[in-house]
């Protein structure tokens, strides 16, 4: 039977496999004899998870400042409409959220398009239709 790991003690460190890792007991999973980090996990603040995401997603610096911008703006905007107290409010603010969330994944997923023009919403170029032409 494998051995729990020890008790840390405030200002010890936890590493597994060279990995600096906040110690919480649902981060370690047994494997067999002994522990490594758990791949997927339940979380208190998924803000932090998508921070690091994007810290380890993202190389380009420039790119990774801008996607930690996005995502910043995505929680403040999903906070503010989770306790807003007009209800008609809240389907705007969670819009913005969402929008600038998903912003942050373009980045994380390679898509540059995002940090070149900064610009208000999405765009994108209309196809006219046959019937539209005279």
């Known amino acids: 039977m494998a051995r729990a ?4 003690r405030q200002n010890d460190h936890l590493l597994i496999q060279r990995e600096l890792v906040q110690y919480g007991r649902n ?9 490594a980090l758990q791949r ?3 979380v208190n603040d998924p803000w932090e998870l998508i921070a690091e995401a994007i810290a380890r997603g993202v190389s380009n610096k420039k790119h990774r400042d801008l996607a930690q911008s996005f995502r910043r703006q995505a929680e403040d905007y999903f906070n503010v409409a989770a306790t807003a107290r007009e209800l008609a409010t809240q389907p705007v603010l969670f819009y913005y959220a969402f929008l600038n969330l998903s912003k942050a994944f373009g980045l994380v997923k390679g898509n540059t398009k995002f940090a070149s023009r900064i610009m208000h919403g999405l765009t994108c170029t209309a196809k006219r ?3 539209h032409h005279s």
């Open 5 to 8: 790991p020890a008790t840390l």
């Open 27 to 35: 981060i370690i999973l047994e494997t067999g004899g002994s522990y």
């Open 129 to 131: 239709s046959a019937a």
């Open 40 to 42: 997927r996990f339940f």
